[in-house]
Every structure is written in structure tokens, then in C-alpha cells.
């Protein structure tokens, strides 16, 4: 991994460089008391005052709603019109994403490309670059590193920046896809000090439970009290799988336009719903939202890290950010070890 | 504080009530509290941040089917209750409500609906200022800009319908969104679906809506979608009255209507 520095002050013109290369930049963007990604128009639209962006930067390759083919009926036959990878922005670059939500695509791909590779996913992953910073600030909410992720990790991203001190950042190049951004524009760049130490610059995340404990306990409760007692509150909104980077649900819709032919839909899902495993014979195999909430976290903490060898959670806090009543995962998490 | 404890151990004790739907302190908030020990009652806070409705887990069956119930209400979780009985939601005396009179007395227990009623005409609501001040800075907008506005907001929301589980109202068991044959509304996200999803939610909450806002301080996304149905209270109530009693004002009909066209 190469190492350099770059200036506050040139962060802004490398990145108004990249973007008159013709890439899309999305990065977050401040609005009404919340951030959120967006893609900017110059860069000066970018924020980085927050700990957290409301949503995480899944999107980018997991897209809330997206076309997978369409069709159209022609005189008794069916002409399909697969995928077209060309609808895709040929090349993007994410700024200013966490350590956790980078961490992220790695469950992502885990999932979209088991057995079988999804194809809108890998185009789109294809053409995302990413360009992290090191958090310099935690909330209550944050507990990456209970779950291997760090404040600092370069998991994930192809360059990661961290702040050292007012003045500039440390530059880790991480990737092929980290090195030719950086080697594009090599003038913002000065060679990094040796002596640069990145710990003392990153937030104190608290180690708040051990995963291979929790993961262990969880395993053997199926059919613990536990899952009916944590989620009472729990309302069964899609508010902390929509937020979640590691979420990746989806729906099947079809957007018929007339009996002639219409559009094949993928659009985001939750686990939490109750609609979510209904059956049309009017069963529910997970009819309560004690099953719902058993089946969020034993898929995330046991079942990922078992067939995929990867957690479904990085710690970013958001579910518990954005939950209406509370439900702050790493205090429930907690009480998993205590059982 | 410690006068609802008792009172609720004592009910839980006397098997009077199974469970209690009261608050605990959260994170950084009260958070809703489903209490049905003495153990967990010992949890149990109720003060002026208090402000959740947690009047949306009344009709709940899965919570609350065939168990007698106890409620710590709040001013507009009380308004919505009134509203649920009106609606055949609840019986009368099914629930143990307590509230907080105005007069500084302390806890009270609310057994009648003729009481709930009273305490919501003696009690002042709180404060709207911030959803007025909201209204009136869209209302000054031209209606292009108004239009800008409401489209940029509208074409965050992602459809984890937060803002539909938080509403004490929203209690259907099959909501319109989800629909397919016909599909009313596409369920996907998208601005154009996510308004038509917006209008739907809040045109069903007409002289029903209890303006307690917790649509959206569910939002994960902070949408203001609740100044939606702050502004058509106003209006129902400005061109109907109260709506006490009176339920849906787009489905209830009445044969001395002063429009003819619907006659
Ligand atoms: S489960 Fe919660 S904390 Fe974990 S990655 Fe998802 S949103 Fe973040
Ligand atoms: S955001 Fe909270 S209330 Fe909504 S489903 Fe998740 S845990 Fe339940
Ligand atoms: S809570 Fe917000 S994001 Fe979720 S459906 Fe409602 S308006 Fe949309």
C-alpha cells in the first residue's frame, strides 16, 4: 500500500480535477438538519460536519429502485430487452463515505455474487470508486469496533484519507482503481512524513460486546425468550434495513405499462415487514415480529458469518439512529452475551 | 414518577391490568416500555419529554389481543385514543389511561370516554409553533418554488414506511400502498410515487388525524411529512369543525350535505 499527504486546501481542486475528467461525484451534502450522498455539482455543495449521513453509500451500487429488463408483446411473442449496463454513469467516485459503509460492500458482493454473479451489481461495482475518510468523531451510537471494523480501516476502499491535525490528510492508496485516481492528478499530492502516526487522529470507538460471543449464544437460543422480549416496541417499519449498508433485501415488482409490456422492477426490502415472507395462501411462516426480529439478527451475526464468512453488520449505528422507538442494536447485542 | 410505578405494580399485582405501555429512558430519549412485571415496571418514567404516541400500539393485536391494558398518555396520544374509540378501536373501559391534568395534580386515571374527552377540551394542546412556522414559509413560496420544494423532499423518501408504523392511525391490516391488483400505487421509490404515496397517507387521515406528528419524527430521512397533515388539520377543521366524533370527513356522508352533487 502506497502512502502520501495531501492538503486540506487541495483536496477541493483533485477532486473538481476528477470531476471535470467527466466522473460523477457523489459525497454528502447537508439539508434540512441531515446529510446525505448526493451527487454534486461542484464541490463546494460538500459537508463533512456530520458523524453519520442518513442513508449509507449502498445505494451507489445497490440502487432503491432499479430496472433489471423489459418486455413487449408482439403479436402472440414476447421480446425481451435485458439489462443495459450503458444506463450505468461509466465511471463514479464516492467521497467522503465511513470506514463502516466502505466495509460494506464486501457483505454486499458476498450476496449479490454467491453461486452466481448479479450482473447490475458487479456493472455498477465495476464503475464505483471509492474515497473514504478515517472518522474522526463516534457517537453513542457507533460500535464498528465490536464487530472487526475500525475507525481507520481501509477495508473496502480504494483510497482512504484521514485527517492529521487542521492542516491535511494522510493518503492511503489501496487499490488499482485508488492508485490511478491519485495518479491522475499527482500534483496535489506531497510525499507522506514517515513518522505520521495514524491512531491518535481517529475517534475512540468503544469495544462494546465481542461478536464470536454473541454469534456463539445467539446459535444456541432459537428458541430464547429473548427474541420475544427485546422487540415489543419494535413498530416492523423498514427504517433500520433501508439505512443499513449491509442490508441488501430486495422485492420483485413489475411496472406494466398497459397489457403490451412493461418493465421488471428490483426494489429495496426488509426482513422486518410482515408482508416480507407472506404466502398467497394467507400463511405467514415468520408471523410475528418477534420472528421478523430473530430472523434480522441471526442472518446478520450467524448465518452471514457461517456460509459467507462475513458479518452482516459493520457498526455504522444507523438502524439504531434512525429507529422511531429506540432500538439501539449494540445494548441488544449486549444482552446476548449476558444469556 | 413514582406515584405511576406503584400504581402500575399495583394494577399488574392485582391482575387488573396484563400490560403496561409506558416509556423508559432511551438512548437519549424516552423510548417506548412494554411492561408486564413489577420488575419492569420499576423502569417506568413519564414526564414532560414523554412525547412519543404510544397510543400506535393499541391496535396492535399481536400486543395487545385479550390482555387488559394499562397507557401512559401523552396530550396527542390522548387525542388519538379519543379518536380510536370514535372508530370502534377500542371499547370504553377497556383501557386503563394515564394521564397528566393540567392542573398540576399529578397522575390520573381515565376510565370513561367522556372523561378522555373532557381532559382534551380542559387541557391545552401543546404548542405547534415549529410545523406553523413550517407552513407558513411553504405558503409563501411561489407555486413553482412550492412544487421544487416538495419534490426535492419527496424524492429522498425510500418507502420504509416509518412514517405509516408510528401513526396510531395507521392501524389497517392490508394498507393501499401494498394493493397489487390493481396496483393503486407503484411501491417502489421513486418521486413521482413516493407524492402519490404522501397524498394517499395523509387524504386518509382527514378529520381523523390526531397532529401528533409522529409521522415524521419516525422519518429516518427527517422528511417533513408531517406538516402535510399539520396543514390539512387545519383545513378540515376550518371548513368541517372539530372533528370530534364526527371520523373520515372524505367517507362519512350525511343527507342534509350542504352540496347537492353528492345527493
Ligand atoms: S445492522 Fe445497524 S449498525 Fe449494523 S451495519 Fe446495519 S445499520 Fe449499521
Ligand atoms: S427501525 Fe426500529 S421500529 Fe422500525 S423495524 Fe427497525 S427496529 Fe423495528
Ligand atoms: S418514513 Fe420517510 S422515508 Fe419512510 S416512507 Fe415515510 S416519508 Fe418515506
Redesign the interface.
Same mark, same amino acid.
Request: glycine share 8%; charged share 20%.
Given at each position: 500500500m502506497e502512502q502520501k499527504y495531501i492538503p486540506k486546501s487541495s483536496i477541493k481542486a483533485w477532486l473538481t480535477s476528477i470531476k471535470d475528467d467527466g466522473k460523477h461525484i457523489y459525497a454528502p451534502v447537508a439539508e434540512?438538519? +441531515?446529510t446525505?450522498f448526493k451527487r454534486v455539482k461542484s464541490v463546494d455543495e460538500i459537508s463533512m460536519g456530520h458523524v453519520q449521513t442518513? !442513508?449509507s453509500a449502498k445505494g451507489m451500487v445497490f440502487p432503491?429502485?432499479e430496472k433489471l429488463f423489459s418486455y413487449v408483446r408482439q403479436q402472440g411473442d414476447v421480446a425481451l430487452q435485458d439489462y443495459d449496463p450503458n444506463d450505468i454513469p461509466c465511471s463514479t467516485v464516492v467521497f467522503g463515505l465511513h470506514p463502516c459503509d466502505a466495509a460494506a460492500f464486501k457483505p454486499m458482493t458476498s450476496v449479490f455474487n454467491w453461486g452466481s454473479e448479479d450482473k447490475p451489481f458487479s456493472e455498477r461495482m465495476q464503475r464505483v470508486a471509492l474515497v473514504s475518510i478515517s472518522c474522526s468523531k463516534c457517537d453513542?451510537?457507533c460500535f464498528c469496533t465490536s464487530v472487526n471494523g475500525h475507525p481507520g480501516s481501509t477495508e473496502g476502499s480504494d483510497i482512504l484519507l484521514t485527517a492529521i491535525g487542521d492542516d491535511g490528510y494522510l493518503v492511503e492508496i489501496i487499490t488499482e482503481k485508488g492508485k490511478a485516481l491519485a495518479d491522475k492528478h499527482a500534483e496535489f499530492f506531497e510525499a507522506a512524513a514517515t513518522c505520521i502516526s495514524k491512531e491518535e487522529h481517529l475517534a475512540p470507538v468503544p469495544v462494546k460486546f465481542s461478536a464470536g460471543e454473541v454469534q456463539r449464544k445467539m446459535a444456541g437460543a432459537f428458541e430464547g425468550e429473548i427474541w420475544k422480549k427485546q422487540p415489543? %416496541?419494535c =413498530?416492523?417499519?423498514?427504517?433500520c434495513?433501508?439505512?443499513c449498508p449491509a442490508c441488501t433485501c430486495f422485492?420483485i !415488482?413489475e411496472?406494466a405499462k398497459g397489457s403490451n409490456g412493461g418493465d421488471r422492477?428490483r426494489?429495496?426490502d426488509?426482513c422486518g415487514?410482515s408482508?416480507f415472507t407472506l404466502h398467497t395462501s394467507g400463511h405467514n411462516p415468520r408471523g #410475528? !415480529?418477534s420472528q421478523r426480529w430473530r430472523q434480522r439478527l441471526l442472518h446478520k451475526f450467524c448465518y452471514m458469518p457461517e456460509r459467507l464468512s462475513v458479518r452482516g453488520c459493520t457498526g455504522c449505528g444507523r438502524c439504531?439512529?434512525?429507529?422511531?422507538?429506540?432500538m439501539?442494536l449494540s445494548?441488544l447485542l449486549n444482552e446476548f452475551e449476558l444469556i | 414518577m413514582n406515584e405511576l410505578k406503584s400504581k402500575v405494580k399495583e394494577l399488574l399485582g392485582s391482575k387488573e391490568i396484563d400490560l403496561f405501555i409506558g416509556y423508559e429512558q432511551?438512548? %437519549?430519549?424516552p423510548?417506548?416500555? =412494554?411492561a408486564a412485571s413489577c420488575e419492569e415496571a420499576d423502569r417506568l418514567i413519564f414526564d414532560e419529554y414523554c412525547t412519543?404516541n404510544l397510543a400506535? &400500539?393499541l391496535t396492535r393485536k399481536?400486543?395487545v389481543g385479550g390482555k387488559k391494558v394499562g397507557i401512559a398518555a401523552s396530550y396527542y396520544a390522548m387525542r388519538s385514543i379519543s379518536r380510536l374509540l370514535d372508530e370502534n378501536q377500542l371499547q370504553e373501559g377497556a383501557v386503563k389511561i394515564f394521564g397528566l391534568p393540567p392542573d398540576g395534580a399529578g397522575l390520573k386515571v381515565f376510565e370513561t370516554v367522556a372523561e378522555v374527552k373532557q381532559h382534551l377540551q380542559e387541557a391545552p394542546a401543546p404548542p405547534k409553533q415549529v410545523e406553523d412556522g413550517w407552513v407558513k414559509e411553504i405558503e409563501e413560496m411561489p407555486a413553482a418554488e412550492r412544487w421544487r420544494f416538495w419534490a426535492s423532499?419527496l424524492s +429522498?423518501c425510500?418507502?420504509? &414506511? #416509518?412514517c405509516?408504523? #408510528?401513526c396510531p392511525m395507521c392501524y389497517c391490516t392490508k394498507c393501499i400502498v401494498?394493493v397489487n391488483r390493481p396496483q393503486w400505487v !407503484?411501491?417502489?421509490? #421513486?418521486t413521482a410515487s413516493n407524492m402519490e404515496w404522501q397524498i394517499n397517507r395523509v387524504m386518509h387521515m382527514a378529520g381523523r388525524c390526531a397532529d401528533c406528528g409522529?409521522c415524521g419524527?419516525?422519518c429516518?430521512?427527517?422528511l417533513?411529512v408531517h406538516i402535510i397533515a399539520h396543514k390539512m388539520v387545519e383545513m378540515v377543521t376550518q371548513n368541517f369543525g372539530e372533528p370530534a366524533g364526527k371520523g373520515n370527513v372524505l367517507s362519512t356522508f350525511s343527507p342534509n350535505d350542504k352540496e347537492n352533487f353528492i345527493r
Open positions: 434540512n438538519g +441531515k446525505h442518513a !442513508q432503491r429502485t453513542v451510537f415489543l %416496541r =413498530l416492523g417499519c423498514g427504517a434495513a433501508f439505512v422485492d !415488482q411496472n422492477m426494489c429495496w426488509s415487514f408482508l #410475528a !415480529q439504531s439512529r434512525a429507529c422511531p422507538v429506540d439501539n445494548e | 432511551g438512548t %437519549r430519549l423510548r417506548p416500555l =412494554l412519543g400506535v &400500539y399481536d400486543l423532499e +429522498k425510500f418507502r420504509c &414506511y #416509518a405509516r408504523a #408510528a401494498e !407503484q411501491p417502489w421509490a #421513486a409522529a419524527a419516525a429516518p430521512l427527517g417533513p
